[in-house]
Each structure stands twice: as C-alpha cells, then as structure tokens.
Nanobody
Framework: QVHLVESGGGSVQAGGSLALSCVVFGYTDSTACVGWFRQYIGKEREGVATVAIRISWTTYADSVKGRFTIPQDNAKNTVFLQMNSLEPKDTAMYYC???????????????????????WGQGTQVTVTS
C-alpha cells in the first residue's frame, strides 16, 4: 500500500533554511510525479514544487523560485524540499503528494486542482518568525 511520510518541519527565523523530507513507501513506478504543497490557515492547498521522478524535471511556484529546490534520492525513495531564505509568508503546513504519470508541473496543478494527486502525506508544519 502506498503511503508518504513527511518530516523536517519546525520553526526557524526569517532568512534561515529548512529541509523537508518525503519518503514514498510502496510506490515503485519510476514515472511517478511527486509534489510539495502548502496550506495556509483558511486557504486552499497550493502547489509549491513538483518533480517528475524518472527525468528529474522540476517546476516551482513563482513565490519560491530561487529559494526552494526539490532534490530527490531515488535509492531511498525520498524527495526533499530544500527551503532557503525563508520568509514569514512561508509559514504553513507542508504536504507531499504523489500521482500517476501525467502532467507534472505547477501549472497543471493550477489547471486541474488537487484531484489528480492520489497519495498524500500527513503534513509537517513550518513556522518562520521575523
């Protein structure tokens, strides 16, 4: 059975860095797409970064470009979200998710929403203080 486990959240001062991890259990499809999302209180979940596992194709939301990256360690079935130059506006609950092959971009999340994303982790809180 597929399940995702996130870790690495916490509290950090503005300008600092955090690295989130997402271990994907039970999903061996190398063509899968993994994404990181965040959700502000009272708002809808939004896409932050995506990676097409087999070709390491990545896309980012404009709000995080140049600050966040989404590296992967295929040997450990793990996708990371490296967050640098954090700002208070990055404070949110962060989730990773996986989906079957298909569009694997931030733009596709805006168009199609969250329904194509089949598997979700439990979330990890990130708090950035000023």
């Amino acid at each position: 059975q597929v399940h995702l486990v996130e870790s690495g959240g916490g509290s950090v001062q503005a300008g600092g860095s955090l690295a989130l991890s997402c271990v994907v259990f039970g999903y061996t499809d190398s063509t899968a797409c993994v994404g990181w999302f965040r959700q502000y209180i009272g708002k809808e979940r939004e896409g932050v970064a995506t990676v097409a596992i087999r070709i390491s194709w990545t896309t980012y939301a404009d709000s995080v470009k140049g600050r966040f990256t989404i590296p992967q360690d295929n040997a450990k079935n793990t996708v990371f979200l490296q967050m640098n130059s954090l700002e208070p506006k990055d404070t949110a609950m962060y989730y990773c998710a996986a989906k079957v092959p298909g569009r694997c971009t931030i733009a596709s999340i805006r168009r199609a929403g969250l329904s194509p994303w089949t598997y979700w982790g439990q979330g990890t809180q990130v708090t950035v203080t000023s």
